[in-house]
């Protein structure tokens, strides 16, 4: 009895020790936690920006992932225990982030010329990183005799088969409109209207029974991959990676593209401010930003990076001259007033 | 004469202290004992269940946003009859709180929940606080009315004094399909606003549908788990626990592999000569009920099983030997020593797949998502945490009543787990 009360109280002894030992040498390195979008987007993230700057300033990256669930920042915040320390994010959510005090408002001066970002991208609370752009594509391994245009990702006749469109108002409704023949100058004029609402809605009623919707931005090109659908809109990024890295024949299709930008913010009352404002003003430096273009096909959005990029990268950014042909103009400001009730009216759409 | 002859009837136990005090004393020690061995058990569940499910259930009624940011414009409506716009107090109120609310970043705060009731006035909001923020002195009624004319009409204004109040009906009512208009009198959503109704019976369902089939698939099973010889009962046994390993996510996920148009299940059908056309088994309410079927079959299988292991084979021999036939003999004998284990396994799934996210979200089409995809939507990307638990309430309401129905036809003395 008593030799088992002594073995057991060793054990516990020795248990305590090597957890106490263990923890000490943790606490030494410092660490961020960055959180992105995962997929073939965060991998290049990775190379162009988490490994570099882990290995110049011995920090440890720590990455997360997440889908524009601004809730879990805003109840961060509102605990006021933050644990992200920089997020990127869409426009949408860098603005509302930003309006509802869910961001720290940004001192340019620790990250750099706030006038040499590509013009809406360096806002108040969310600093530019990179151009995207919403386009659509096909697999020319099916589709011999491609879509050209985005009237094509509305015509079930000409193209039979299912598409795969964004869970999302965003962009849908503009296709849409400008599907059904309102020239991509007017198209915000008429969406601002409920006739126009109206008329793009019942457009994608044309295609609504095939239509399969896509959440993350992983989907698309798995979709496509596995034959699910035979077109589908997408970020361009995803479907270059799937081109680029597993070997795909898919074409994109540049017809009215949506450029749009991924910004880097902060969420407020982080502990770590320093350290987050080292990362965004390393990753907003134009050499370091040009370098991403290498591992995914978005363009930088400081105007000192574009000359940086070689030029066989180029051709398929979406900034590229001949892609911006037809590319469409977003209105951040449009959505930040009108979001709620579109998005509110196409959830209700969606589940009737 | 009474008492004398009952007090020299009183027990007493050995030491003199009536019987049925020392009874009581001991009872009351088990009582204590009982108590505190339960004690940490039911501080943990207070803690970590009942707390946050208050919690949750308090937010679909909370009204904070608009009390904590224009406490002066509320308080100067507090006497206005509603009818036109107010008079200049209120203005000079309103002014005041922008003052505040835009050196607070709260102005959006506001302008959201006003959006709520009032689509379109969320920008109207946050360009009044701007302008608001800027003006010196008064009178403000023009000044306002300036900025926007909406200023100018009641609408808003009622808004204002209705969402003033600490607590508030609008999330459990939109959650119903119902709306308060601008003179307060409740109605119907408009007929393209209107889901909740048809989500709700979409969730309940489905959840019928995946239980009744979980029974009629489960059944079979657990008969022959708890009939043949032990050891190959046990292996059959790992092989029914053995999806329990994998994680949901997983499980899902292998099911849009088997049932994608491209997938195996239509490779096999259509290589076998038996389809002549790929048949679409994802995305729509078919492949739902596939997959939640397969997901929830051990839960309805084991509380079954193990009743069914208690229930000696000797009952049914007696029945044949009686002269029953087979199916009366089961039907008689077997099967009502089954429906306690039949009734734990079966409320077990319902319950769990009324609150199925994952599984529909992944499998599902748009009109195949039940009332959970909706609260996390409004949990995650809407902020709208007041309409997602107003719909965690009626969704806890709805089960409530449905347990309770349950508990009168079955009775939860009835249930057993093993």
Not at chain 1, 107 to 113: A, E, L, P, Q, V
Not at chain 1, 165 to 176: C, D, G, M
Request: with cysteine; proline share 6%.
């Amino acid at each position: 009895m008593k030799t088992k009360l002594a073995l057991t109280g060793l054990v516990a002894a020795g248990a305590a020790a090597l957890t106490l030992g263990a923890a000490t040498p943790a606490a030494a390195e410092e660490s961020l936690t960055i959180v992105s979008w995962g997929g073939a987007y965060s991998d290049s993230q990775r190379e162009a920006y988490y490994k570099p700057f882990a290995k110049e300033f011995g920090v440890k990256v720590v990455e997360e992932e997440y889908n524009d669930e601004i809730a879990k920042i805003r109840a961060m915040v509102e605990a006021k225990d933050v644990t992200w320390d920089v997020v990127d994010v869409d426009m949408d959510t860098a603005l509302q982030g930003c309006d509802e005090g869910i961001f720290e408002t940004l001192d340019y001066g620790k990250i750099g010329d706030r006038s040499k970002f590509v013009v809406p991208s360096a806002t108040d609370c969310a600093v530019g990183t990179i151009v995207y752009s919403t386009i659509f594509a096909y697999d020319a391994d099916k589709l011999a005799d491609g879509p050209t245009k985005i009237a094509d990702l509305f015509d079930v006749a000409k193209f039979p088969g299912k598409r795969a469109l964004q869970k999302s108002p965003f962009v849908n409704l503009e296709w849409a409109l400008i599907a059904d023949g309102v020239p991509a100058a007017e198209v915000y004029k008429v969406l601002g209207t409920p006739e126009g609402v109206d008329r793009a809605f019942k457009k994608l009623d044309t295609v609504k029974s095939q239509v399969v919707w896509w959440e993350a931005g992983a989907q698309p090109p798995q979709l496509l991959a596995d034959g699910e659908v035979v077109m589908t809109s997408a970020w361009n990024g995803r479907i270059y990676g799937a081109v680029k890295n597993e070997g795909k024949n898919f074409r994109i299709v540049w017809d009215h593209q949506a450029p749009d930008f991924d910004l880097w913010a902060i969420p407020k009352g982080n502990p770590d401010l320093e350290l987050a404002y080292k990362f965004v003003a390393y990753a907003s430096d134009p050499k370091v930003m040009a370098n991403q273009s290498k591992y995914i096909s978005y363009g930088p959005t400081h105007t000192d990076a574009l000359p940086l990029i070689a030029p066989e990268v180029l051709k398929d950014l979406p900034t590229a001259p001949e892609n911006m042909k037809t590319a469409l103009t977003l209105d951040p400001q449009f959505w930040a007033d009108n979001g709620d009730q579109l998005r509110e009216r196409f959830n209700n759409w969606l589940a009737q | 004469m009474v008492s004398a002859a009952a007090s020299a009837a009183i027990v007493r136990t050995a030491d003199g202290t009536p019987l049925k005090a020392r009874l009581r004393r001991v009872d009351r020690a088990r009582k204590l004992k009982a108590v505190g061995l339960v004690a940490p058990l039911f501080l943990f569940i207070l803690l970590t269940f009942a707390l946050p499910i208050g919690t949750m259930l308090f937010r679909a009624v909370d009204n904070p946003e608009i009390p904590a940011t224009l406490p002066r414009t509320v308080a100067a409506l507090a006497e206005w009859d509603g009818s036109g716009p107010p008079d200049e107090a209120a203005y000079a109120a309103l002014v005041a709180d922008f003052k505040e609310t835009q050196a607070n970043k709260t102005t959006a705060l506001a302008g959201k929940r006003i959006n709520y009731e009032l689509p379109g006035t969320r920008s109207k909001v946050v360009a009044a606080g701007r302008a608001a923020a800027k003006l010196t002195d008064g009178p403000f009624k023009e000044a306002m009315i300036a900025v926007d004319p909406i200023w100018g009409e009641r609408d808003i204004w009622v808004v204002i004094k209705r969402a003033g109040r600490p607590y508030t009906s609008r999330y459990l009512l939109a959650a119903m399909d119902l709306q308060r208009d601008m003179d307060d009198r409740i109605g119907r959503v408009a007929p393209n606003q209107a889901i909740y109704f048809a989500v709700f019976v979409r969730t309940l369902g489905i959840s019928l549908t995946v239980t009744l089939a979980t029974l009629f698939l489960g059944f079979p099973i657990a008969y022959l788990l708890a009939t043949v010889p032990t050891r190959i009962g046990n292996l059959l046994l790992i092989l029914v626990l053995l999806p329990f390993w994998t994680s949901l996510l997983v499980r899902t996920t292998a099911w849009v592999v088997l049932l994608q148009t491209q997938g195996v299940i239509n490779d096999a059908l259509v290589s076998a000569g038996i389809l002549a056309e790929r048949v679409q088994l994802i995305f729509n309410r078919g492949g739902t009920i596939v997959a939640m079927t397969h997901i929830q079959l051990p839960f309805t299988v084991l509380p079954m099983y193990s009743v069914m292991k208690t229930i000696s084979p000797t009952h049914v021999r007696a029945a044949r030997s009686l002269g029953a036939g087979p199916f009366l003999a089961f039907w008689r004998v077997y099967f009502p020593q089954t429906v306690p284990g039949i009734a734990a396994g079966c409320l077990l799934t319902f319950i769990l797949s009324l609150g199925y996210y994952i599984t529909p979200a992944l499998v599902g089409g748009p009109s195949d998502q039940m009332v959970s995809y909706f609260v996390a939507y409004y949990t995650n990307e809407e902020l709208n945490w007041g309409m997602a638990s107003a719909l965690g309430v009626i969704l806890l309401g709805l089960t409530a009543a449905l347990f309770f129905v349950y508990n009168r036809l079955v009775g939860i003395d009835k249930m057993k787990l093993g």
